[in-house]
């Protein structure tokens, strides 16, 4: 088996870049693990069913550190000037080092901590359809699912309001991916521009900290030397896309699923007490990042009766998993009232999402408070028609709405 040949993933294809799960559920009937060819042109092997990918996502056999990787492509997608002052984020490392660095924030995403921020997320969520209300129409994505998580975590991490475009805007050229590998140029000039950024903010929060997140991991540098400038560095640039980026997804892909699911939006909207059920659901019916979550084999491995070998890529399709039947009853149909809903797209074990809680309670927030002051809302272009990011990060890149004006 270790023989079969990959199978394109084609990004080239809008109709695969629309939805993609018609393939993902060949693949997985296929066999339980699948070598794939997926955006840039890269090599993996897709775990494609939800116990196999739950056993791989703790198997320390597995690495997160891209050095593992035997296909030197891989690394080159970075840019290269700073290749290992990125790889110091915790996302791309493993124990001891993962270990140390999550605990320096992991206190700042505790389900506690996060539950306090409701009445700022609230409020900034308010203030961003106080602008559209009156008009009757609105890209959700570009006028709400965007600036919402951007200026949640930019206020955590103590970010001024007028630089939070720009380091947006860098953060797309880098992650942006496609058919064709990413241009290493515009990666590199992306890279310096925020390189330059993040070390003039730690310079800015050093002179006079604030009472954020930023100037706490500051003073653990100084003080404490818990650790090195390249980690920090690392850790703010982490902390900023990851704080952004996938959750813009989620309540892009949220609303836009409840649009073309209407029985389930009328359930929604007479039941509000269903939002935590339905924001799970979302997540495992069409998650933030697609088809899953990249490892390198720090040996050669068996998954599931394949043979793996060393430095291979793992891609663990959480996205192909999520609608695993064995797992999950009637997995394509979407059932925001849905019990026992344990997906995989926050992934598991040690690299579970630190975010995870911050991003539920946006997409409740986000969700819920478009169903309640946007009456009438429909789409307001073809269905067909509404481009999805191709890459690994799934999501619209615009939502075009219409619904009553209001005061």
Known sequence: ???????????????????????????????????????????????????????????????????DASDSRIPRQLPETERDSMLSNMLRTDPPDHTRLRRLVSQAFTARRVAGMRPRIQAITDGLLDAVVPVGRADLVADFALPLPVTVISELLGVPVDERRDFQQWTDRMLRRG????????????????????????????????????????????????????????????????GYITTVNLIGTGIATLLAHPDQLDLLRCDPELLPGAVEEFLRYDGPVSPGIARFAREDVEIA?????????????????????ERFPDPDRLDITRKDNAHLAF????????GAPLARLEGQIAIGTVLRRLPGLALAADPDGIRRRPGGLRGPESLPVTFTPGG
């Open 1 to 67: 088996m270790s023989e079969q040949q990959p199978t394109l993933l084609p990004y080239a294809d809008p109709a695969f870049v629309a939805d993609p799960f018609p393939l993902y559920r060949q693949l997985r009937e296929d066999g339980p693990v699948r070598r794939v060819v997926v955006a840039g042109g890269l090599d993996a092997w897709l775990v494609t069913r939800y116990e196999d990918g739950l056993a791989a996502l703790s198997d320390s056999r597995l690495s997160s550190d891209v050095r």
């Open 179 to 242: 058919v064709e590998p990413p241009d290493p140029a515009v990666v590199n000039e992306a890279w310096q521009h925020m390189r330059a950024y993040l070390t003039g903010l730690i310079h800015a929060k050093r002179s006079h900290p604030g009472d954020d997140l930023l100037s706490g991991l500051v003073a653990a540098r100084d003080a404490q030397q818990r650790l090195s400038e390249d980690e920090l560095i690392a850790m703010v640039f982490l902390l900023l896309v990851a």
């Open 305 to 325: 009766g394949v043979a793996v070998p060393r430095g291979a890529t793992v891609l663990i399709g959480s996205a192909v998993a999520d609608r695993d039947p």
């Open 347 to 354: 992934g598991h074990g040690i690299h579970y999402c630190l």
